[in-house]
């Protein structure tokens, strides 16, 4: 018999048309991986079942994350001003100064991360493919920490030397690139069927029969979606879309992130072939990147909902008028955060939303924190969106397994699958990880100072250089 959890007493969010309603006072039955009942009375099936009370709580579908890099842990506080021209030099190509173990640590602290913030699948742009040991590092910090994940591996761009110029590393689709990107593709999927393997890929100025053939490639060896940073404007203002719509790679398992300054035409041909767009509000209005697509009239909004409401009022009150109403829900911005997400990687019949068997992949809140009190009674979705911190994410399960509990990350099991990951079969808790990361992040910046790559405006101009972008469009 599988093992079940059964969670009682609780406010389940369940699906109802578009929107999601709380079903009050339910229980909740997991065999597995599955939800398998949910009904007011449900009794334990067995004496083993392990029993959460959620008297006060409220039961969410886990949370997707379209768009991440969970390998740079190690940076975090790194570009908390920097514009995006000036994170590539000092981010982006900094995968270089990682050891394939700075990786594993940096990737599941990442994972360990979004987990504790109720994130419970995420598309991971991996862009830290420096050696073949790099790239399965990542994957098994992944399956180790127990998310959900589509690991995208990334041909990646290196350098080989800062100093005395910046002097690219070789070329990124190299043979054993492309065989490493196949294998795991076919292998897939890992972790009892957790991770499935994607395509990053950041090289669409190469030929255009390199560019094919890698993408016809990967759809074969069956990768799950193909991811591409597009910011139109920023470097050139050539449009990713045109290209690949031109090339016929456009497809339902294209995922652009960011996307910012798209035209009309763009947002047509997406649309046509039902690719997705992910959009990263946070940073794009940080790093320069242009006005959030999430926020364009024609594009479905991703997040940000209190800022588009501000940008649609504006509207309103510079015409001389006064806004009667709001167009635009926490319900709209809950369903994008779950199910949305789910359509996005065509797992809409297994992920989004709680409703039996689905994946048993949920998020529960505290509905009594000082932050979500009340709230959670008059609208437990409004709780969510506008009320609850990581801190009223009481636990959070993902394929039936526990992975925080009562406020606190569940310990993670190592155990390593690929002979060329070298980090030692262990049980850790959270507090080992976060020394490991602080001893990894030391040596990271000390292999940053003796590569020469400290002066900013140095690796700046050597960066547009390197991006063939003109000196001149930056102010």
Known sequence: MPSTILLQNATVLVPSGDDVTPLRKHC??????????????????????????????????????????????????????????????????????????????????????????????????????????????????????????????????????????????????????????????????????????????????????????????????????????????????????????????????????????????????????KSWISSTPGSELQMAHGYPVCFQDGCTMRLGLQAERARRNEEVIASGKTPRSLDLSVQDVFRLATIQGARTLHMEDKLGSIEVGKLADLVIFDGTSPGMVCASEQDPVAAIVLHSSIRDINTVIVDGHVRKMDGRLAPVEISPSFPEVHIPKQKVEWGHVAQKLVASRQSIEEARVKSGATDLESLVSASLKLFHADPARFV
Not at 214 to 232: E, N
């Open 28 to 273: 909740l039955l997991i065999e597995g991986n599955k939800i398998a009942q949910i009904s007011p009375h449900i009794a334990p099936p067995s004496a083993e079942t392990q029993i959460i009370d959620c008297t006060g709580k409220i039961v969410s579908p886990g949370f997707i994350d379209t768009h991440h890099h969970l390998w740079q842990t190690q940076l975090k506080g790194r570009h908390a001003d920097h514009t995006l021209i000036e994170y590539m030099p000092t981010g982006n190509l900094q995968q270089i100064n990682y050891s394939p173990e700075d990786v594993f640590w940096g990737q599941l602290a990442g994972c360990l991360e979004a987990l504790d913030a109720g994130t419970t699948t995420v598309v991971d742009h991996a862009h830290m493919n420096v050696t073949a040991a790099h790239s399965l590092h990542g994957l098994q910090a992944t399956v180790s920490s127990g998310i959900r994940s589509v690991f995208c591996y990334t041909p990646t761009h290196t350098v080989k030397s800062w100093k005395p110029e910046l002097v690219p590393g070789g070329n990124f689709l190299d043979d054993w690139v492309v065989k490493q990107l196949s294998d795991l593709a076919s292998a897939a999927p890992y972790g009892d069927g957790r991770v499935d393997i994607g395509l990053g890929f950041d090289g669409l100025m190469l030929p255009k029969d390199v560019v094919v053939s890698l993408y016809d490639r990967a759809r074969k060896a069956g990768t799950k979606v193909i991811t591409t940073h597009y910011v139109r404007r920023h470097f050139s203002d050539d449009s990713y879309v045109d290209l690949l719509d031109s090339y016929d790679l456009l497809g339902p398992d294209i995922i652009l992130s960011h996307a910012t300054n798209l035209t009309s035409s763009d947002i047509e041909k997406l649309s046509k072939a």
